[in-house]
């Protein structure tokens, strides 16, 4: 279970963010970047960052820590900026809210140098979940104090969009020639080796159990969240042993 906090200001919007993420403050005092159930991109958006933010932290790669966010609706009252406030408006209930890294900066290939190893590890996981979102355009890096934070897993587990072709997923090749870490050789062989083991049944059922029950509920061909959790396991567990060999595009990489 997620810790979980009950939304007590709406600090200011994070225009960069596609989803209209916001800067909220909540009773335990804390900061939180809040992904909101009311946004187009839906639920299965905050599924994914749930499962992929709590995955990766148990890898040993750095994520915010977590939290559900309760909201009442009418914290958007108040709120001047009518696209704000129709979020809000949509938002009653659990969101996601995302530890706010005070005085990050967004990634920069040019600027900040990135190991082999580093670079293997982070690409060898956005392979096993799919990540379409770390392009060196748009990186979902964020640089605090030398060390290296990922956010922003919303497009990942693309399977869980179809059901249909979740079993097919396992053998999916990742095109890694726009990832924003390909410039530095990323050794994903040798990430593999030591991640690829620790993905198993256990580990993946303590992450999906992060999930809140209240975005799983009424999936359509799922009887109870919990299936809807193992569905989300399944792929996972199929793909880690063999998807370092999958990864294409790092040999063509700038
Ligand atoms: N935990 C955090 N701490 C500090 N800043 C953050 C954090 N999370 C997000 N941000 C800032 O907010 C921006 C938008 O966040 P994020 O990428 O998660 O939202 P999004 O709506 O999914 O974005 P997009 O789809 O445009 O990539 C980030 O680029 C970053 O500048
Ligand atoms: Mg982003």
């Known amino acids: 279970m997620l810790k979980e906090v009950i939304a007590t200001r709406y600090v200011a919007p994070l225009?960069?963010?596609?989803?209209?993420?916001?800067?909220?403050?909540?009773?335990?005092?804390?900061?939180?970047?809040?992904?909101?159930?009311?946004?187009?991109?839906?639920?299965?958006?905050?599924?994914?960052?749930?499962?992929?933010g709590e995955l990766a932290r148990r890898l040993g790669l750095r994520v915010p820590g977590l939290v559900t966010v309760a909201l009442d609706p009418v914290l958007g009252l108040g709120e001047p900026d009518e696209e704000v406030q129709q979020l809000l408006r949509s938002s009653g209930g659990t969101n996601l809210g995302v530890g706010f890294l005070s005085g990050a900066l967004g990634?920069?290939?040019?600027?900040?140098?990135?190991?082999?190893?580093?670079?293997?590890?982070?690409?060898?996981f956005d392979a096993l979940v799919h990540n379409v979102d770390r392009s060196w355009r748009n990186p979902n890096l964020l640089v605090r104090d030398g060390e290296l934070w990922l956010i922003d897993h919303g497009a990942t587990l693309i399977?869980?969009?179809?059901?249909?072709?979740?079993?097919?997923?396992?053998?999916?090749?990742?095109?890694?020639?726009?990832?924003?870490?390909?410039?530095?050789?990323?050794?994903?062989?040798?990430?593999?080796?030591?991640?690829?083991?620790?993905?198993?049944?256990?580990?993946?059922?303590?992450?999906?159990?992060?999930?809140p029950d209240a975005w799983l509920e009424d999936e359509p061909g799922f009887g109870s969240p919990d299936a809807v959790r193992a569905a989300h396991a399944r792929p996972?567990?199929?793909?880690?042993?063999?998807?370092?060999?999958?990864?294409?595009g790092l040999d063509e990489a700038p």
């Open 159 to 211: 399977w869980h969009h179809d059901w249909r072709g979740a079993d097919a997923f396992a053998a999916r090749p990742y095109d890694a020639s726009d990832h924003a870490l390909a410039r530095f050789a990323p050794d994903v062989r040798a990430a593999a080796a030591d991640l690829a083991p620790r993905i198993t049944e256990d580990l993946l059922a303590e992450v999906t159990a992060a999930i």
């Open 15 to 52: 225009r960069e963010g596609g989803s209209l993420p916001g800067l909220v403050e909540a009773d335990d005092h804390g900061l939180y970047v809040v992904k909101f159930t009311g946004a187009g991109q839906g639920r299965r958006t905050l599924v994914a960052e749930v499962l992929c």
């Open 107 to 124: 990634f920069d290939p040019l600027a900040f140098p990135v190991d082999s190893e580093e670079a293997g590890r982070i690409v060898w």
């Open 236 to 248: 996972l567990l199929a793909r880690a042993a063999g998807v370092h060999e999958r990864v294409t």
